[in-house]
């Protein structure tokens, strides 16, 4: 392979809306990549488009920071796809932290915490409704052999609880055909 460097283009369509002013960051292992500030009562449709560069056979996590200037009832985040190397991401496995005021929630009815739990921890989907953290985690890599490299060296609990990581490859012949854009 000519290309020594793991140098990925990523493309992600966001869409935020809030009843006040709000900023979103992307993190990339803890780096900050991207951040803007979107004007209440309005809805921003995007594509964060960024270039990254990458240590093979290592996990990553991509964090999407969404916070306003105050709390209102109506505000959403949509990650409407990730695409690193033209390959997609599974939205659905984001780890979740909402920023969830406590004094409000001690005082709704336990249903209601039921329901919201439900909500947040198990049918957000791609669409995140309260302000907080949402992290991605991926491998990124040259080929298959790294990801063969990083389960001999590493010790993840991910494969215990029979999680799939997310692998991107520079290499084309890696890809699964389905994880990828169509041109």
Not at 27 to 49: D, G, M, Q, R, S
Not at 58 to 74: C, D, Y
Not at 142 to 161: M, Q
Request: charged share 30%; with cysteine.
């Amino acid at each position: 392979m000519n290309n020594t460097k793991l140098i990925f283009k990523h493309e992600i369509p966001i869409e935020v809306f809030a009843e006040c002013n709000t900023t979103v960051e992307l993190l990339i292992n803890n780096e900050i990549c991207f951040k803007k500030e979107y004007k209440a009562n309005t809805i921003h449709k995007e594509v964060i488009e960024l270039n990254n560069e990458y240590n093979g056979s290592k996990k990553n996590t991509m964090s999407f920071l969404f916070s306003g200037e105050r709390e209102v009832e109506k505000k959403y985040l949509k990650i409407l796809q990730v695409s690193i190397h033209k390959q997609i991401m599974n939205i659905f496995n984001a780890e979740y932290f909402p920023d969830i005021n406590q004094e409000w929630w001690e005082q709704i009815t336990p249903s209601e915490k039921d329901g919201h739990n439900e909500t947040i921890y198990g049918k957000t989907g791609s669409v995140f409704g309260w302000y907080g953290e949402i992290n991605f985690y991926y491998c990124c890599g040259f080929d298959l052999r790294d990801r063969f490299r990083y389960n001999i060296e590493n010790n993840d609990n991910t494969r215990l609880l029979d999680e799939r990581l997310n692998w991107i490859f520079l290499d084309e012949n890696s890809i699964k055909k389905h994880n990828t854009l169509n041109d």
